[in-house]
C-alpha cells in the first residue's frame, strides 16, 4: 500500500464547476497536511496546508480533512481553464521524521 | 532575481558518468533540500540541510552526495550515473527546518542518462 495514494486521473472538468481532487493516506500519526500545484514541465507550489480536521477555505480552495477516516481532500470552486494541472497531496508527521510523503497527484483537466 | 535556482536545467549523459546539480536560494531560509521525481511523478525527498548541517539523508546509494557551502546553496554530485537516475531533481528550500511542509522549489533540473 502505497503511503499517499491519490487517483491519476486526469479528472476532466468543465469550466465553472467544481473540481473535487481526494487523496488517503496510510500512517496515523500524520498531523499536516498540504496540497501543491504543478504545471506541466514546471516545479511544485504549495497552495493549501491544514492541520485540523475540517474545512479550511482561501479564495476559490477549500481543503477538507478527516483524520479518523485517513482522508483530505481539494476542492477547487468555480475551476477555470488555468488551474489545469496535477495537484499533488503531501502529509506530514510532526514529530521525529518530519519530511514531506508525496502522492504521485491527481491531473486535473478544465474544460472551457 | 528567482527565490530557487538551480542549474544546470537539463543534463543528458552517459552511464558511469559523474555529473553536479547546483542550487541557490535568496529567501534567507534555514533548510535547503533535494527532491527527485520520477517519471510516475512522486516526488521523493533524498536530502535535507539545516545550515549546513546534514539533518535528513533518506535511503539514497551513496552515488549521490550533497555538500551544502553556506546555508543559501546545496549541491548534489551523482558519480557512476545509471539508468535509473533519470529523473527531475528539485531543489527547495523552507523558512525553518520544523516548516518542512512549505517548500519552495526550484524549477528543477531534468537528468537523462543514456
Not at chain 1, 488517503?24 to 501543491?36: H, I, K, L, P, V
Not at chain 2, 534567507?28 to 546534514?54: A, V
Not at chain 2, 528543477?108 to 543514456?114: A, D, K
Request: with cysteine; aromatic share 10%; charged share 20%.
Amino acid at each position: 500500500q502505497k503511503e499517499v495514494e491519490q487517483n491519476s486521473g486526469p479528472l476532466s472538468v468543465p469550466e465553472g464547476a467544481i473540481a473535487s481532487l481526494n487523496c488517503t493516506y496510510s500512517d496515523r500519526g500524520s498531523q499536516s497536511f498540504f496540497w501543491y500545484r504543478q504545471y506541466s514541465g514546471k516545479s511544485p507550489e504549495l497552495i493549501m496546508s491544514i492541520y485540523s480536521n475540517g474545512d479550511k477555505e482561501d479564495g476559490r480552495f477549500t481543503a477538507q480533512l478527516n483524520k479518523a477516516s485517513q482522508y483530505v481532500s481539494l476542492l477547487i470552486r468555480d475551476s477555470q481553464p488555468s488551474d489545469s494541472a496535477t495537484y499533488l497531496c503531501a502529509v506530514r508527521r510532526d514529530t521525529g521524521r518530519r519530511a514531506l510523503t508525496f502522492g504521485s497527484g491527481t491531473r486535473l483537466q478544465v474544460q472551457p | 532575481d528567482t527565490a530557487v535556482s538551480q542549474t544546470p536545467k537539463y543534463l543528458v549523459t552517459q552511464m558511469g558518468n559523474d555529473k553536479s546539480i547546483k542550487c541557490e536560494q535568496n529567501l534567507g531560509h534555514d533548510t535547503m533540500y533535494w527532491y527527485k521525481q520520477d517519471s510516475k511523478k512522486f516526488l521523493k525527498i533524498m536530502f535535507s540541510y539545516n545550515n549546513k548541517e546534514l539533518i535528513i539523508n533518506e535511503t539514497v546509494p551513496n552515488r549521490f552526495s550533497p555538500k551544502s557551502p553556506d546555508k543559501a546553496h546545496l549541491n548534489l554530485h551523482i558519480n557512476s550515473l545509471e539508468l535509473g537516475d533519470s529523473a527531475v531533481y528539485f531543489c527547495a528550500s523552507s523558512q525553518r527546518s520544523y516548516d518542512t511542509g512549505e517548500l519552495f522549489f526550484g524549477e528543477g533540473s531534468r537528468l537523462t542518462v543514456l
